[in-house]
């Protein structure tokens, strides 16, 4: 079946732009993650949700990033007047079960973004 | 808090050779480990988890890993590597959300 898919898959933004990422799930799948992955470094925890709510949202960096899910499914991922600090790629990721640990989760292509 | 640490940041090692990469994990609860590799410009993909039981642990690709509480460790071996072997590889903890390593860089050579 069908994984996870992200789009797009590169975006170029200038600094303070507002950008959007988009993240499709495996279907059925209750949990939805969201990383971000600085260049040489490994993936580093943003948002959790659980069907449509946020359950955690502790690794946002700032208010300017806000990550939505309104009907369980597909879930965006906003920046607000982003800087060059934001350049990095995001993943998304989903699992079957409500967040529970040692569930496997599945992760998207990612989202390549280059804030200049 | 828990925490990963990959002790090496890159790894060369020729074709056919044996390759390990080492994971450490800090953790005051029991723990679920995984090792995930990701190849350029792709997500990353599950190679193995240990939840419980038997301590060694095989994955795809021909991949394994030993948990050993006592150490804290949570090594990955390949007895013999492949050119297609290239590539990051994630140590993690899970806590519902993913605890990630550094990574390692794995470069086999022909």
């Known amino acids: 079946g069908a994984g996870v898919s992200q789009s797009p898959r590169y975006k170029v933004a200038k600094r303070g732009q507002d950008v959007a990422l988009r993240c499709d799930p495996i279907?059925?799948?209750?949990?939805l993650f969201w990383y971000q992955q600085a260049l040489g470094q490994g993936p580093e925890f943003l948002t959790y949700f659980q069907n449509e709510a946020q359950l955690d949202k502790s690794g946002l960096p700032s208010d300017r990033f806000f990550a939505e899910r309104p009907e369980g499914s597909v879930s965006t991922l906003k920046i607000q007047r982003t800087q060059q600090e934001d350049s990095a790629v995001y993943l998304c990721?989903?699992?079957?079960?409500?967040?529970?640990?040692?569930?496997?989760?599945?992760f998207g292509p990612g989202t390549r973004l280059l804030v200049l | 808090a828990q925490s990963v640490t990959q002790l090496d940041s890159q790894v060369p090692v020729f074709e056919e050779a044996p390759v390990e990469l080492r994971c450490n994990y800090s953790?005051?609860?029991?723990?679920?480990l995984f090792w995930y590799v990701q190849y350029p410009n792709q997500g990353l993909q599950l190679l193995l988890k240990?939840?419980?039981?038997?301590?060694l642990v095989k994955g795809i690709n021909g991949f394994e890993a030993e948990f050993n509480k006592s150490q804290t460790s949570f090594h990955l071996r390949k007895p013999s590597v492949h050119i297609s072997d290239t590539a990051e590889y994630f140590c993690a903890v899970s806590r519902g959300k993913l605890i990630f390593g550094q990574g390692t860089t794995l470069q086999v050579k022909p």
């Open positions: 240990y939840l419980s039981g038997s301590t």
């Open positions: 279907s059925g799948h209750v949990s």
């Open positions: 953790s005051s609860v029991s723990v679920y």
């Open positions: 990721a989903s699992s079957s079960t409500p967040g529970e640990r040692g569930e496997t989760q599945y």
